[in-house]
């Protein structure tokens, strides 16, 4: 059986990734970033890739171009950025953002396309909105049943990250539970520990990081290799914006550890100002490429290298780790071959 899924917020593949890997075949994905959505057809050529804003998309369009092909996995990651905890810095209420609204999205595409299941990812800081408690309703009085929901850690899917998210299925032929956890520990030394250094790799995506000056150089030169941060420094040896009381974010200018799952992979993974993303022993930010397979991309995967570092660590950061993805998705995959 040919199993047909489409992916909506597409952003770069990493769902639509895991989802191939999973025996899925991702007839359309809907991205609004240009970029980002050049990146998708870089990788998944046989995919038709819709560049718009997902509130201006007619589902009588999507089922006009899918013809007759019934939906198996409508699957999608509606950017919420105001619910993140970064955004929220650790507070309950979400911040104000228009992107908070795109779950509505999700479940208009859901309910006018009905396909057999779904799956969305989201912020953990998603639960605690009304927003979600409403769009679990209007699935369930949609004709599916009961969807599950949980705040799970992706580090517990074979993903070398620890990265909480939110995870929604659903399904209208049987009950659908999300995917068990495969407790398999994949750690840092075991992704990009035997990547060459920069300077001796083919891989032009390898050779984006960061350049920095000489006092940041040195200061990064004297955190301890694999694990070690900026307060082993001492405090005369701190950046005067940490020198204050009570700052936050305590892993910036951080070493990953390489026998342990590395932080969250963030949109700002190509800056040690940003959080833990230095390199366990050498004296720099870890690479793009090294963020991307943090993430769980294949070391194949492309990346536009003439595109500004900031903007390639944005679309790195804002993916669905594709492992993850393809766990999810054969569990759904096991759930509609056992009830269709």
């Given amino acids: 059986m040919k199993l047909i899924s489409i992916d909506i917020f597409s952003g770069v593949g990493g769902l639509t990734e895991g989802l191939h890997k999973a025996g899925f075949q991702t007839e359309l994905a809907f991205e609004i970033d240009e970029l980002a959505s050049k990146v998708y057809k870089l990788n998944h050529k046989k995919t038709k890739v819709i560049t718009d804003d997902i509130r201006?998309?007619?589902?009588?369009?999507?089922?006009?171009?899918?013809?007759?092909?019934?939906?198996?996995?409508?699957?999608?990651?509606?950017?919420?950025?105001?619910?993140?905890?970064?955004?929220?810095?650790?507070?309950?209420?979400?911040?104000?953002?228009?992107?908070?609204?795109?779950?509505?999205?999700?479940?208009?595409?859901?309910?006018?396309?009905?396909?057999?299941?779904?799956?969305?990812?989201?912020?953990?800081?998603?639960?605690?909105?009304?927003?979600?408690?409403?769009?679990?309703?209007?699935?369930?009085?949609?004709?599916?049943?009961?969807?599950?929901?949980?705040?799970?850690?992706?580090?517990?899917?074979?993903?070398?990250?620890?990265?909480?998210?939110?995870?929604?299925?659903?399904?209208?032929?049987?009950?659908?539970?999300?995917?068990?956890?495969?407790?398999?520990?994949?750690?840092?030394?075991?992704?990009?520990?035997?990547?060459?250094?920069?300077?001796?790799?083919?891989?032009?995506?390898?050779?984006?990081?960061?350049s920095h000056s000489d006092e940041i150089l040195n200061l990064i030169k004297d955190i301890p290799k694999n694990g070690g941060s900026r307060k082993d420094l001492g405090k005369d040896r701190q950046l005067k914006c940490h020198q204050k009381e009570n700052v936050g974010f305590n892993d910036v200018y951080g070493r990953l550890r390489w026998d342990d799952f590395s932080t969250t992979i963030t949109g700002g993974c190509l800056n040690p100002s940003k959080g833990r993303f230095l390199h366990p022993e050498q004296d720099r930010c870890i690479s793009a490429r090294e963020a991307s397979m943090l993430q769980s991309f294949p070391k194949t995967y492309k990346f536009p290298i003439d595109a500004p570092r900031t903007k390639i660590a944005l679309m790195i950061g804002n993916a669905l780790p594709p492992e993850f993805s393809k766990i999810q998705a054969e569990n759904i995959k096991s759930h509609i071959l056992t009830h269709l």
């Avoid at 953002?97 to 396909?115: H, T, Y």
């Avoid at 799970?152 to 299925?169: A, C």
Wanted: charged share 30%.
């Fill in 56 to 210: 201006n998309i007619s589902t009588e369009n999507v089922k006009q171009e899918l013809g007759n092909k019934t939906i198996h996995l409508l699957a999608g990651c509606p950017p919420c950025q105001g619910f993140s905890s970064i955004r929220r810095l650790n507070k309950p209420e979400p911040v104000k953002d228009d992107r908070n609204k795109l779950i509505k999205e999700f479940v208009r595409f859901v309910k006018e396309l009905m396909p057999y299941t779904f799956m969305m990812e989201n912020v953990p800081g998603l639960a605690l909105d009304k927003s979600f408690k409403s769009a679990l309703k209007e699935l369930e009085n949609a004709g599916y049943y009961k969807p599950d929901w949980k705040i799970v850690n992706i580090k517990d899917y074979g993903v070398p990250q620890s990265r909480k998210r939110l995870v929604l299925v659903g399904s209208r032929l049987a009950p659908l539970r999300i995917a068990e956890p495969t407790k398999k520990k994949k750690t840092v030394r075991q992704v990009i520990g035997k990547l060459p250094k920069p300077e001796n790799s083919m891989d032009p995506l390898h050779q984006i990081f960061p």
